[in-house]
């Protein structure tokens, strides 16, 4: 069943900032108690690759953020060059049985956390956003990217299909058309491309003026009745939420087949490979 979060209205501490979470997870939340916008960043060197470890502490910090009355998730990362790998491929490819089964288990949360969020979203691109990494910042409502860095679902470019969730959320923001194509192709999108097409919604020169746009889109909430904006948001995106949540052990099965598949294997092998060669070059 889908949950009913609600907001509320208490008003914020005078202090400028508060870490709320460690330092020692992979993420961090940031809560700007003039704002009371928490910043969540994503700290997982080299790639910000999402690992199972990686997916359960976004999701922790996700519910933190949602229990600690922000005022909105800003997503945005520590490397200067990507916000997110995608998916950490060590994780599908030869995988152990029981791990990836916790790993697809987690991605889905991540994303039923992130896209079924009660606070206002949004994402700083401050860098490379392939795949998972696209997921993560299309499922926020509002997207601010800095320029010369590339971002799209290119699963189909490593012989792999997204799932239906994957496509739902990039149709929530490009025309079918678009989404369909694109999809297809796997592409990537330039900054310059993605705004054109409308998958990212401004562009930043810096990560302080994505962070500002994006705390500037929050702030258009200010004067909404948070609850209205939230049930709202919810039946928005509910269709798409409840079907994850009905079909999630079959997804998880067909991802299990698909990835075990010895022609699939291979295919993330040699992909494997080539960004190790490129990365050595
Ligand atoms: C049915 C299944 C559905 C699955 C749905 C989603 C699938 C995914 O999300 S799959 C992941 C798709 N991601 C990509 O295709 C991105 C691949 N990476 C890159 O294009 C580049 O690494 C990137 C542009 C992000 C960054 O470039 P650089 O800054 O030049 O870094 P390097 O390429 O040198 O990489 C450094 C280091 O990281 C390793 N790496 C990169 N990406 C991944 C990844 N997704 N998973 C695991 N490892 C990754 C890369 O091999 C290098 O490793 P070393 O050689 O050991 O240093």
């Known amino acids: 069943m889908m949950r009913t979060k609600l907001l509320s209205l208490v008003p914020r501490a005078t202090v400028a900032c508060r870490h709320m979470s460690s330092a020692t997870k992979l993420t961090t939340v940031e809560v700007n108690d003039k704002t009371g916008i928490a910043t969540l960043t994503m700290n997982r060197p080299p790639v910000n690759g999402l690992n199972l470890e990686l997916l359960r502490d976004l999701q922790q910090s996700i519910e933190e953020i949602e229990g600690n009355k922000s005022c909105g998730l800003i997503l945005t990362s520590s490397n200067p060059t990507i916000f997110s790998a995608g998916l950490d491929i ?3 490819y030869k995988p152990d049985k029981e791990r990836i089964r916790a790993f697809w288990t987690q991605l889905q949360d991540v994303w039923l956390a992130l896209y079924g969020s009660s606070v206002p979203t949004a994402a700083a691109i401050n860098g490379h956003s392939p795949a998972g990494g696209c997921l993560l910042a299309a ?5 601010v990217m800095l320029p010369k860095f590339t971002i799209g679902l290119n699963e189909t ?5 997204a799932p239906q969730w994957f496509m739902s959320t990039y149709l929530s923001i490009l025309p079918r058309r678009e989404a369909e194509r694109s999809l297809n192709q796997g592409r ?3 900054t310059e ?4 097409v409308g998958l990212v919604d401004e562009i930043a020169s810096s990560k302080e003026e994505a962070l500002a746009k994006c705390a500037d889109f929050i702030a258009t909430f200010a004067k909404v009745n948070p609850l209205a904006r939230s049930l709202t948001k919810q039946q928005f ?5 409840q079907q994850l949540e009905n079909e999630r052990v079959q997804d998880l099965e067909k991802f299990l087949f698909f990835i075990n598949q010895p022609a699939v294997q291979k295919g993330l092998g040699i992909y494997l ?3 190790k060669k490129k990365s050595k070059n």
């Open 90 to 92: 060590l994780e599908m």
């Open 139 to 143: 499922s926020c409502e509002y997207r």
């Open 157 to 161: 470019q490593l012989g792999i299909v």
């Open 188 to 190: 990537m999108f330039t």
């Open 193 to 196: 491309e993605a705004l054109r």
């Open 237 to 241: 995106r509910s269709a798409d939420l």
């Open 273 to 275: 490979e080539s960004l």
